[in-house]
Nanobody, 127 residues
Framework: QVQLEESGGGLVQAGGSLRLSCAAS????????KSWFRQAPGKEREFVAG????????SYADSVKGRLTISRDNAKNTVSLQMNSLKPEDTAVYYC????????????????????WGKGTLVAVSS
């Protein structure tokens, strides 16, 4: 059974940093794209960042460029999100996802391009 488990969320002051991690179990996903999405209270889930299977191609939402960094470790079957200079508007539940076979980085912003999802971890940024 495939499971994705996020960790690292919490409460932080504006300007602070957090590092989210997502560990996969049940299967290895070294050949799949991976993404982070988030859902703020009262809003729809939105794309945050995506990374190709080897890390050579990365995509970010405009709202997080220069502040958030996605990375992956295929040996550990993990994907991470380093979050710096956090803002109150970054407050959301953050989800990691694994892309379907054949999904490219260009498609990682599309929810229907993702096959597996974690349950999410809450990030709260106070002003």
């Amino acid at each position: 059974q495939v499971q994705l488990e996020e960790s690292g969320g919490g409460l932080v002051q504006a300007g602070g940093s957090l590092r989210l991690s997502c560990a996969a179990s049940g299967r290895t996903f070294s050949s799949r794209t991976k993404s982070w999405f988030r859902q703020a209270p009262g809003k729809e889930r939105e794309f945050v960042a995506g990374i190709s299977w080897n890390g050579a191609r990365i995509s970010y939402a405009d709202s997080v460029k220069g502040r958030l960094t996605i990375s992956r470790d295929n040996a550990k079957n993990t994907v991470s999100l380093q979050m710096n200079s956090l803002k109150p508007e970054d407050t959301a539940v953050y989800y990691c996802a694994v892309g379907r076979i054949g999904t490219t980085v260009a498609d990682t912003s599309l929810e229907n391009g993702m096959e597996y999802w974690g349950k999410g971890t809450l990030v709260a940024v106070s002003s």
